[in-house]
């Protein structure tokens, strides 16, 4: 899901365009769900890990377009929403990406 927060114009993206920031939302359900949280991982390069059902905040971040992924995601675990997905970074403005978990009891638990 993406969802921006303010709304920007102009040419684009320039070298003299303010950061934004991307704020990652983890939603996690069910069964089992995984003690050690999960990554957040931007373009492949930047990586936090997160809890169950937290966020996290990149600031600092040139206009653009940016791969959100989450890993790390327990076998008893799934992804319910498009992963990785692709958000849009706009000068001064927060980006809101979001994951949903959903975690299932495993056979003899």
Do not use: H, W
Not at 10 to 21: H, K, M, Q
Not at 47 to 59: A, D, K, L, Y
């Amino acid at each position: 899901m993406l969802m921006l927060l303010g709304s920007g114009c102009g040419d684009g993206p320039s070298a003299f365009s303010n950061p934004g920031s991307i704020e990652v939302v983890i939603r996690s359900q069910g069964e089992l769900l995984d003690p050690n949280g999960y990554q957040v991982v931007i373009d492949g390069s930047l990586t936090r890990t997160v809890e169950i059902n937290s966020s996290t905040e990149f600031g600092g971040l040139p206009p653009g377009l940016y791969s959100i992924e989450l890993a790390g995601v327990a076998s008893n675990c799934l992804v319910i929403e498009e992963n990785p997905v692709t958000v849009l970074v706009i000068s001064d403005k927060k980006t809101l990406g979001s994951f949903g978990v959903e975690c299932f009891a495993t056979l003899g638990s």
